[in-house]
């Protein structure tokens, strides 16, 4: 059975850093797409970032030129590089997969595979 479990999140203060990581139980290179989506409170879950086989990417524009996904199969990985946060990118980041590469409007899923996500405070 596969497993998703995300780590390193936290509290921080707004423009700090901060990297999550997604342990893939699994082969990670049988899911085509892996992703990020968070989830503030009394708000609908959100698309952050995904990232297929291969490095194609997709960020919320939100995140664009703030956030860095990658991936590394040998390592089961997947990680968030989060950078210059700010107040409103609090919530819980969950990551998830497909198994499928993803195109267009494909990365809003569903996705088969989901972690228990983990939590990130941005204070002001």
């Known amino acids: 059975q596969v497993q998703l479990v995300e780590s390193g999140g936290g509290l921080v203060q707004a423009g700090e850093s901060l990297t999550l990581s997604c342990a893939v139980s699994g082969s990670l290179s049988s899911f085509g797409a892996m992703t990020w989506h968070r989830q503030a409170a009394g708000k609908q879950r959100e698309l952050v970032a995904g990232?297929?086989?291969?490095?194609?990417?997709t960020y919320a524009d939100s995140v664009k030129g703030r956030f860095t996904i990658s991936r590394n199969n040998a390592k089961r990985t997947v990680t968030l590089q989060m950078n210059s946060l700010k107040p409103e990118d609090t919530g819980v980041y969950y990551c998830?997969?497909?198994?499928?590469?993803?195109?267009?409007?494909?990365?809003?899923?569903?996705?088969?595979?989901w972690g228990q996500g983990t939590q990130v405070t941005v204070s002001s």
């Open positions: 998830a997969a497909s198994h499928n590469r993803i195109v267009g409007s494909a990365w809003y899923g569903p996705y088969g595979y």
């Open positions: 990232i297929n086989t291969g490095g194609p990417t």
